[in-house]
């Protein structure tokens, strides 16, 4: 894989100092963990970044920031012929013809799910998995939208998940194996997966993949070039141009006053925003794009208040842009990248004990083992899971989990056990006196997990999405 290239920020007509207050924003509000940033000026990276014990060539699990790799794969498919945006959806599933019979759900056309306009007043995933599990698109088209097609708007999975649905069917290939020659080999992208639907065995399109900040930082790099990458065209620029632009008014539908990020309009599976346009997920998997600013932001986060990021962004980072820098700058804001860690509370080292099971949010957890060089966590059927300790510090990952202790009082061992091939963390609390823990996730991974194995957890390639 062919590196970006990278910048001093100064030498990009930008003020370092911009970035670092931005960096200090995000680090600075509750409810807010940054896990990696890479930021693009110009097509050079001139800030980047990883919170221990997330690394530059880990792959993770990016929510919703799925669709717009979906509405990439959609570009290739409409350039091949394979899709007609104007083509009912139905059209493309012949076996449900006769079951769905409401002219109402045969008048949802591909534009109208590629860009959240189905019809559809709400989220409308778990009404279409209630109806047909099996084949979820005949449960969303069996619901008669609401609203009207291609008017009102809804961010519901039930809509990406069809497109996926069309090109995977259209192809003959899963969402992945279809972008590997035409996005992630071209782009240099290269360790990716995609969580299935279980029983229709289609990349979920919507949800589910895995990817590296790099790869984020490319795809937003090459929208920005509308299209283009190494002199290579390889998005339609038509595509690019309607991706980008507001499809639907979502003022209403999003839930958010006129002013929000979430109410500029939505595209083809990308958000608009205030200042450019961006797609994103759930805890903070974003891609922003300013082309005003020639800029690209990637970041992963564990984060609660997402639009407080977007607020930092558009306070600190977009004066920085066409601001004078120095070299002073640059190296302060060297420095504040290097070293960085996930936050955990100080506390003495944890003493040789263990616990059982008082609450838990995973389930299969019962037994919890700690001297200060090891964590052993033990499962209802017996299996366990070994991780090392360092003091101070967070090891390198094993198996996709890295985990820190302390004694943080007399009676209290803390213990974080960080996925990190999702933004998520395990907090346990050890009470000594008792010999029992709770079990509890700082931010609850989506879907239905607590039945998951910790192995599940950690290794999320080998399974399927609940």
């Known amino acids: ?73 959609a570009g290739f498919a409409w350039a091949e012929g394979l899709l007609d945006l104007d083509a009912p959806v139905v059209s493309y599933f012949p076996e449900l013809d006769a079951d769905i019979t409401d002219p109402r759900s045969r008048s949802i056309l591909v534009r109208h799910v590629a860009s959240m306009s189905a019809g559809h007043t709400s989220e409308q995933w778990d009404r279409a998995l209630a109806a047909d599990r099996e084949e979820p698109v005949r449960g969303f088209l069996l619901e008669p939208p609401d609203g009207t097609p ?21 192809s003959g290939q899963s969402l992945i194996e279809y ?82 990020d979430w109410a500029q309009g939505y595209g083809f599976q990308f958000w608009m925003s205030r200042h450019g346009y961006r797609g994103d ?9 300013l082309p005003e600013q020639d800029v690209v932001l990637a970041m992963t986060t564990e984060a609660v208040a997402m639009h407080l990021i977007l607020e930092a962004a558009w306070t600190h980072l977009l004066p920085a842009f066409d601001r004078a820098g120095s070299a002073e700058a640059d190296a302060a804001l060297k420095q504040r990248l290097t070293g960085l860690q996930l936050p955990f509370p100080d506390g003495e080292e944890v003493p040789d004990s263990e616990f059982t099971v008082a609450r838990t949010a995973v389930e299969r957890l019962r037994r919890v083992s700690l001297t200060a060089q090891k964590l052993t966590l033990q499962e209802d059927d017996g299996t366990v899971t070994t991780l090392p300790l360092l003091t101070g510090a967070w090891p390198p990952p094993t198996g996709h989990l ?19 091939q999702s933004p998520h963390k395990l907090v346990i609390t050890g009470d000594l006196r008792s010999g029992t823990f709770d079990a509890a996730w700082r931010a609850a991974p989506l879907g239905h997990v607590s039945k998951f194995s910790l192995f599940d957890l950690a290794n999320p390639e080998p399974r399927k999405a609940p």
Not at 9 to 20: C, F, I, M, N, R
Not at 38 to 66: C, F, K
Not at 281 to 289: E, H
Request: glycine share 10%; charged share 15%; proline share 5%.
């Open 1 to 73: 894989m062919t590196a970006l290239p990278r910048s001093a920020p100064s030498a990009q007509a930008t003020d370092a100092g911009g970035v670092v207050a931005f960096l200090d924003a995000v680090e600075g509000v509750s409810g807010i963990e940054p896990h990696s940033i890479m930021l693009l000026r110009r097509g050079r990276v001139i800030a980047e970044g990883w919170w221990s014990p997330y690394h530059p060539g880990g792959v993770q699990q990016i929510y919703s920031l799925s669709k717009s790799f979906t509405a990439t794969a």
């Open 150 to 170: 291609g008017v009102t708007f809804a961010y519901s999975q039930s809509t990406t998940y069809a497109l996926g649905a069309i090109i995977q069917r259209q």
């Open 179 to 260: 972008l590997r020659p035409r996005l992630f080999e071209p782009l240099g992208i290269g360790e990716a997966f995609w969580f299935r639907h279980p029983a229709a065995g289609r990349d979920l399109g919507f949800a589910g993949l895995h990817v590296t900040t790099d790869a984020i930082a490319r795809l937003g790099q090459l929208y920005l070039q509308n299209g283009v990458w190494e002199g290579q065209r390889l998005l339609a620029p038509e595509w690019v141009a309607e991706a980008t632009r507001a499809q639907v008014d979502n003022s209403n539908g999003s839930g958010s006053d006129a002013d929000s």
């Open 281 to 289: 997920g759930a805890f903070g998997q974003l891609c922003v794009v």
């Open 402 to 420: 890295s985990a820190r202790a302390a004694r943080t009082d007399p009676d209290t061992v803390r213990v974080d056990v960080q996925f990190v």
